[in-house]
């Protein structure tokens, strides 16, 4: 192995240690594919897009009580948005009707039985991803 390469490895083993283990597991842990589709951890480019075409999720995260239930058109969002954020953010800038266009066209690789293991998943990431955010009055979690 050359040099570089090792101290490549070793910054990024240094660099993973400090990171607090909330963030990894957001970041690296779980379910994030389905059907060869893999979907994007959540990133503030994420958040940014949902809270702009006021996906349920953001909604769901600013209030208490039982989730809502995903309409099919939050389902297609929420998979194009987490899979391809950047396109996403392109094509919503175009236009709603462009954005929606892309969405549909994702939502053409599922099927009504993938449902509920792509609602799970995208459900997983929203809240394992804001589970990290930091919460005023409280100290970020030692490495």
Same mark, same amino acid.
């Given at each position: 192995?050359?040099?570089?390469?090792?101290?490549?490895?070793?910054?990024?083993?240094?660099?993973?240690?400090?990171?607090?283990?909330?963030?990894?597991?957001?970041?690296?842990?779980?379910?994030?594919?389905?059907?060869?589709?893999?979907?994007?951890?959540?990133?503030?480019?994420?958040?940014?897009?949902?809270?702009?075409?006021?996906?349920?999720?953001? *909604?769901?995260?600013?209030?208490? %009580?039982? !989730?809502? @239930?995903?309409?099919?058109?939050? #389902? &297609?969002?929420?998979?194009?948005?987490?899979?391809?954020?950047?396109?996403?953010?392109?094509?919503?800038?175009?236009?709603?009707?462009?954005?929606?266009?892309?969405?549909?066209?994702?939502?053409?690789?599922?099927?009504?039985?993938?449902?509920?293991?792509?609602?799970?998943?995208? *459900?997983?990431?929203?809240?394992? %991803?804001? !589970?990290? @955010?930091?919460?005023?009055?409280? #100290? &970020?979690?030692?490495?």
């Amino acid at each position: 192995m050359d040099p570089k390469t090792t101290e490549a490895i070793i910054a990024a083993r240094d660099a993973a240690q400090q990171t607090p283990p909330d963030v990894r597991t957001a970041m690296l842990d779980g379910e994030r594919c389905v059907n060869g589709i893999t979907f994007q951890p959540l990133t503030l480019a994420v958040l940014w897009l949902l809270e702009e075409i006021e996906h349920p999720l953001i *909604r769901d995260a600013k209030q208490e %009580g039982e !989730a809502s @239930a995903f309409s099919n058109y939050d #389902t &297609a969002t929420a998979l194009f948005i987490f899979s391809a954020p950047r396109q996403a953010r392109t094509l919503l800038s175009s236009g709603r009707e462009e954005f929606d266009a892309a969405a549909f066209e994702m939502a053409e690789k599922f099927t009504p039985a993938d449902l509920p293991a792509l609602n799970k998943v995208l *459900r997983s990431i929203f809240e394992t %991803g804001l !589970a990290t @955010a930091p919460v005023p009055g409280k #100290t &970020a979690n030692p490495p």
